[in-house]
């Protein structure tokens, strides 16, 4: 009896083959990043980026963003609060993005942000909302509106 759970493990199945993970995840990568952030990247790797690419689309979204166990909101959250923690502003900004692409409104966001300042530290979280503050002038500034 295999210790796969079907219902638990998104992409990750013991039928599964790596292109298949691999497609699986480009699809949820290119759901919640975006086709033009996904293209720009794939466009930009090299003999030496091109492994790097695969594993994370593999692993990070094929092994872990297909698993039901989480909505995507959540993920969300929990990536946003991980990026934070370690000071990852750029990827941040990405994630920001990425959590209104999932469904997570700017308050939504702004309340996560409140709550790494406590968790994370003040000043971790001062960086964060100029971040998402930075983030949300440019999809302003970019809407059609």
């Not at 219902?7 to 990568?29: K, L, S």
């Not at 003999?47 to 297909?66: H, K, L, V």
Request: glycine share 6%; proline share 3%; net charge negative.
């Amino acid at each position: 009896m295999s210790s796969v759970n079907p219902e638990r493990n998104g992409a990750v199945q013991p039928e599964a083959t790596a292109q298949e993970i691999y497609d699986a995840g480009m699809v949820v990568r290119r759901e919640v990043l975006g086709n033009a952030h996904v293209d720009r990247a794939n466009a930009n790797k090299d003999s030496f980026t091109e492994d790097y690419q695969d594993m994370i689309t593999r692993i990070a979204w094929g092994g872990i963003w297909t698993r039901p166990g989480l909505s995507r909101q959540m993920r969300s959250a929990v990536t946003l609060t991980a990026l934070v923690a370690h000071g990852h502003w750029e990827e941040l900004a990405m994630h920001v993005r990425a959590a209104l692409n999932n469904g997570l409104s700017r308050e939504e966001i702004k309340e996560i942000l409140l709550q790494t300042a406590i968790y994370c530290s003040v000043p971790s979280a001062n960086s964060a909302f100029k971040t998402a503050q930075k983030v949300f002038e440019e999809l302003d500034a970019n809407s059609p509106n």
